[in-house]
């Protein structure tokens, strides 16, 4: 068998050979993954920073309104669910959360209104996996104080950190003075620039009129419910739901969360858009693919036909295909990792949402490319492994 | 030139110039689609305004968009209604509110609160239609909004809701009609009612305010100078919570919103820009692989003493038929897809002749310019080299 072990790396020979060609065969797959990872981006932008606050919660449990659909759809329930939630066993805490967002509007004197998001409860209860709100709780429980969003769009006209607390202009939420204490960071969403902390108690002072003819934190959006040790989470799933009425739902925090996705995917146009740019980007990326690798091997196939006609079987020239796709696709996808990672954090910049590349997404992406390259190259290599030697010059 | 050999080129190599011509399709769809998704934000910005009869917009000077917009004095609108030139002044309450459709489905809803007897709406439909909000409890609601919002046939409003009850705001409300005019990114579900029905569901609104003053002019008087004018008129008597905007100047601005303030806009010009780089790279890629593939033939010309230019002729022919041949399918799925895109998102998703243009033109150049690349290694070789 001796040329079952190739001694040269013909396919690392093949593809850097002619250099012109080779920078082009790089570029296109390498725009390729740009397109991808960019469309992609696009869609876990919307995902990743809607359901951002949702991953911040200190929640094993949330309970929602049945009537709830998204985070959007501002359905509250009665506080009193809490207070019942509590009383069930194997649930160490459950607390009110209060988020809005329709009708604040927050303004630097003498400068245009911006809606801004307030999330607000008890500061002694630990809601939010935020360190800030605990360093800062002294001054949160002050009249009027609220911590900023230093993540949040630059359009709020207070200054970055870390002057935003020394240096802020005079603001108003809502017709009424606001004094920032501190800062914590978030991000903006599609609906949501920015984000307020406040105190429950400063919250019902920015919204008297929350509840009509009612205390303006009767009405909850979230419980959050955390267990106690060594209770089972469905146990206690099922204990609140066998014991709250059914106007309320409870979900695990990672259901919330999965529903939060859904109602964006599906309920929205622009979930279905981002949705529609990641099927054409990825369809268009594995084209490109699939033009590059077949290209390259068209124009050798003189070559390939002298080394079978030199006795070479069918499984080198798989071998040579799996390798070269393998070498085109590293070598394309470095540089368009790194230009994706430079889209990502411009638009990041600019749009103060959450873009964020973790290593399943960039591998998805790598094996989808090295798939491509794969696929085409042995549709290419067809006639290769079909055909009589003679027949292929 | 008595064959079309360039075509004969083409027609020969069919599996070739099929994958070539599918490559070229993929990145004419890539860019139409992407054009798509922003032509419908800047499109979707301006879709309230063009729906209401104005030349001359006042709304509150505190707010950045439309959507955002809050209640301003009413009396600004007599000041507006005294300066000359002026023929009538009316107004919009805009705001949005819970709704709950008669089978319990339950979103937030935009209202548009008018008075039935003033011409506020440019369309003929809507016209008819606010006439038949002659009581506070009546509604009518747009028939693009979204299936969410509970129609009873589960797809789209019509004459089957018409006399059935739904909630807004809490309170019971009778629809007594549907109009088309359309949703947005931020607002998939509408509904008219008359004033008195707004302030209803809007407790807190406050006393005599209006979100939107719609000012009409006489005919051939320029909204331009009666603007500055009421501008000048606000500022004089230290009016600030109020802007003048011409009907140009309104949907200058809530475009330029949309596309450059709100990360919606930002995302989609950025989807552009890399659908262009990445549709021109293949298209050109395609181009020059297939130029390279045929340069033996060409040499063969080349060697049989035909002229460069004559060869030039022909790849640029080649590129041209390729690049027609790519885009016209590339067209129609683009089509396709937008029309898919409007029946899933209500939006109007639309193609327009300056983008068609804008498109082929993009991907002729970069094909006769992948050729004329091309082309430079035939000029210098001699022709046994290229064999």
């Known amino acids: 068998m001796p040329f079952s072990r190739p001694r040269t790396p013909l396919a690392w020979h093949n593809l850097t050979h002619n250099r012109r060609r080779l920078a082009v065969a790089v570029a296109g797959v390498g725009f390729a993954v740009v397109l991808m990872f960019t469309e992609l981006g696009f869609r876990n932008a919307l995902?990743?920073?809607?359901?951002?606050v949702l991953v911040k919660l200190n929640a094993d449990l949330?309970?929602?309104?049945?009537?709830?659909?998204?985070?959007?759809?501002?359905?509250?329930?009665?506080?009193?669910?809490?207070?019942q939630a509590?009383?069930?066993p194997g649930v160490a805490g459950a607390y009110p959360f209060y988020m809005q967002f329709?009708?604040?509007?927050?303004?630097?004197?003498?400068?245009v209104l911006h809606p801004i998001r307030l999330l607000a409860f008890h500061p002694s209860d630990p809601v939010l996996a935020i360190p800030e709100v605990v360093a800062c709780a002294a001054g949160l429980r002050e009249p009027d104080t609220a911590l900023f969003d230093s993540r949040g769009k630059p359009r709020y006209g207070v200054p970055?950190?870390?002057?935003?607390?020394?240096?802020?202009?005079?603001?108003?939420?809502?017709?009424?003075?606001l004094r920032l204490v501190g800062t914590f960071e978030l991000g903006a969403d599609f609906l949501t620039d920015g984000n307020l902390i406040l105190t429950d108690t400063n919250f019902a002072r920015f919204f008297p009129g929350r509840v009509p003819g009612g205390d303006p934190l009767s009405q909850v959006d979230l419980g959050v419910v955390q267990i106690a040790d060594g209770a089972r989470l469905e146990d206690v799933r099922r204990a609140i739901a066998g014991s709250l009425?059914?106007?309320?739902?409870v979900y695990t925090k990672q259901e919330f969360i999965d529903r939060e996705v859904e109602f964006w995917g599906s309920s929205t146009p622009i979930g279905y858009i981002f949705t529609l740019g990641l099927v054409i980007g990825f369809l268009v990326g594995v084209v490109v693919c699939y033009q590059v690798i077949s290209a390259d091997i068209n124009d050798h196939i003189p070559e390939f036909a002298t080394l079978k006609a030199m006795g070479y079987r069918n499984r080198y020239f798989i071998g040579f295909v799996l390798q070269e796709a393998l070498f085109l696709s590293i070598l394309s996808f470095i540089p368009g990792l790194l230009i994706s990672l430079g889209l990502y954090a411009v638009l990041a910049r600019a749009t103060a949402l959450l873009m964020f590349l973790n290593f399943e997404r960039a591998f998805a992406v790598f094996v989808l490319t090295a798939g491509m390259c794969l696929v085409s190259g042995c549709l290419a290599m067809r006639k290769v492994l079909a055909a009589d030697p003679a027949d292929l010059f | 030139m008595k064959t079309p050999l360039a075509w004969h080129n083409l027609a020969y190599h069919k599996v070739r110039t099929a994958t070539a011509v599918a490559g070229v399709t993929f990145a004419v769809v890539l860019v139409f689609l992407q054009l798509g998704f922003r032509g419908t934000a800047e499109q979707t910005a301006s879709l309230v305004y063009d729906a209401l009869q104005f030349d001359i917009l006042l709304r509150s000077s505190h707010t950045e968009r439309l959507a955002q917009c809050r209640p301003f004095p009413r009396l600004r609108l007599t000041q507006a209604a005294s300066q000359p030139g002026v023929r009538e002044v009316n107004s919009v309450l805009y705001g949005y509110n819970r709704w709950q459709s008669p089978l319990g489905k339950t979103r937030l809803i935009i209202m548009f609160g008018i008075d039935p007897s003033e011409p506020v709406f440019t369309g003929e439909e809507l016209r008819r239609t606010a006439g038949l909000l002659t009581a506070p409890e009546f509604l009518a609601i747009d028939r693009a909004s979204r299936s969410e919002f509970g129609p009873r046939n589960g797809r789209e409003f019509g004459d089957d809701d018409v006399g059935t009850d739904a909630e807004l705001g809490y309170r019971r409300m009778r629809i007594v009609g549907h109009f088309l005019l359309g949703t947005t990114f931020d607002a998939d579900g509408m509904v008219v009612l008359n004033k008195e029905g707004f302030r209803r569901v809007s407790p807190t609104w406050p006393k005599d305010h209006v979100s939107l003053g719609l000012v009409c002019l006489q005919p051939g008087v320029s909204p331009e100078t009666v603007a500055r004018r009421l501008k000048e008129s606000f500022a004089a008597h230290g009016i600030d919570d109020v802007a003048v905007f011409t009907r140009a100047e309104a949907v200058a601005h809530e475009r330029w919103v949309w596309l450059w303030q709100m990360s919606i806009g930002v995302i989609f010009t950025m989807g552009v820009i890399v659908a262009l780089v990445v549709g021109s790279v293949i298209v050109y890629q395609i181009l020059s692989s297939d130029v390279t593939n045929h340069l033996p033939e060409y040499a063969t010309l080349k060697a049989m003493g035909y002229s460069d230019g004559f060869l030039s002729g022909v790849v640029l022919q080649q590129a041209v038929i390729l690049a027609l041949l790519g885009f016209v399918p590339g067209l129609v799925i683009s089509l396709g897809l937008y029309a898919a895109t409007a029946w899933q998102t209500r939006l109007p998703v639309e193609m327009t002749l300056p983008r068609v243009l804008g498109v082929l033109g993009l991907s002729m150049g970069m094909c006769v310019t992948s050729g004329l690349v091309a082309l430079r290694k035939l000029r210098q070789a001699a022709p046994a080299d290229l064999f």
């Open chain 1, 62 to 83: 949330i309970l929602a309104s049945k009537a709830h659909k998204g985070l959007v759809s501002f359905e509250r329930f009665d506080r009193q669910r809490i207070y």
């Open chain 1, 47 to 52: 995902f990743d920073s809607t359901v951002q």
């Open chain 1, 160 to 177: 970055p950190p870390p002057n935003t607390i020394a240096d802020q202009p005079d603001i108003e939420l809502c017709d009424r003075s």
């Open chain 1, 245 to 249: 009425p059914d106007d309320i739902c």
């Open chain 1, 102 to 111: 329709h009708g604040v509007m927050w303004r630097v004197r003498d400068r």
């Open chain 1, 86 to 88: 509590r009383a069930c």
